[in-house]
């Protein structure tokens, strides 16, 4: 058993297909709309999912015919970027946002509490779980995971405070925390031994229980996610530093989509 932090990584995301890819290039003479301009996999997807609404050219032929237009000339609203970008900043205000739901990303999270995942699930829409169980991943000290771990708020390991129990010992808060969680694991341990299962056993868990889990989501529920979760919003500090972490590595590998977090 020990304290815990959390770890946030990108798995997977939205990838153009080979097949996808080579039908742009119609010929040994033909450009290919995404040579010589810095296009992202997300952006040719979500240009075809916006372009497929109002073109009269099929899916399959929206980058291909008008990639060249909307990645290749200046913004013509006068903002930053393409006119890719002026055309998804007008989709995302316009609140067109169903056309940024086949962009996905898949997270690993790792050392988070059980309280953040309770707050997590909660966000249901355009999102996929995939937990660690307490049921079948045994917590005990003699287990192979060596006890469960937990997750110390910062409220708790920057607390100043201190008091003297009823046995003349010490604490603070971060000590009183301690305290807490060998004493859940003792008597998870000490139910195992008089042959309760693992899965009722749990029940003496605490929320602060680190967990593991792997979640997908597309963009429109991660721009949703954000503005409810993002710093200022008032939501626990835990899932406000899991927000920022989501966000920067959508970011990192789809950098267009970074006015949109800013702007939710």
């Not at 008032?234 to 899991?242: F, N, P, V, Y």
Request: glycine letters at 6%.
């Amino acid at each position: 058993m020990a304290e815990t932090k959390m770890n946030v990584q990108l798995i997977a995301h939205t990838q153009l297909s080979e097949k996808f890819i080579h039908s742009l290039d119609y010929g040994e003479f033909a450009e290919n709309p995404l040579d010589d301009h810095d296009v992202t996999d997300g952006q040719a997807v979500a240009l075809t999912a916006i372009r497929t609404c109002y073109s009269p050219n099929k899916p399959s032929e929206i980058v291909a015919e008008e990639g060249a237009k909307y990645f290749g000339s200046k913004a013509s609203d006068g903002g930053a970027g393409t006119d890719a970008d002026r055309l998804f900043r007008m989709i995302v205000r316009s609140g067109h946002t169903s056309t940024l739901e086949h962009l996905t990303f898949t997270f690993a999270i790792e050392g988070v509490s059980r309280a953040l995942l309770a707050q997590l699930t909660r966000h249901r829409v355009g999102f996929s779980f995939s937990v660690q169980s307490q049921r079948y991943v045994r917590m005990g000290s003699d287990d192979k995971i060596g006890g469960f771990d937990y997750i110390a708020p910062d409220s708790v390991k920057n607390g100043d405070k201190t008091f003297v129990d009823d046995d003349l010992d010490v604490y603070d808060a971060e000590g009183v925390l301690a305290r807490a969680m060998k004493w859940a694991q003792k008597s998870y341990d000490d139910l195992r031994k008089l042959g309760v299962p693992a899965e009722d056993a749990r029940a003496v868990l605490p929320q602060a229980a680190a967990t593991n889990l792997v979640m997908t989501a597309n963009l429109r529920s991660l721009l949703e996610f954000y503005s409810k979760r993002k710093p200022g919003k008032g939501a626990q500090k835990e899932i406000t530093d899991l927000a920022e972490a989501l966000r920067q590595e959508v970011v990192n590998v789809e950098p267009w989509t970074a006015q949109f977090f800013e702007e939710v």
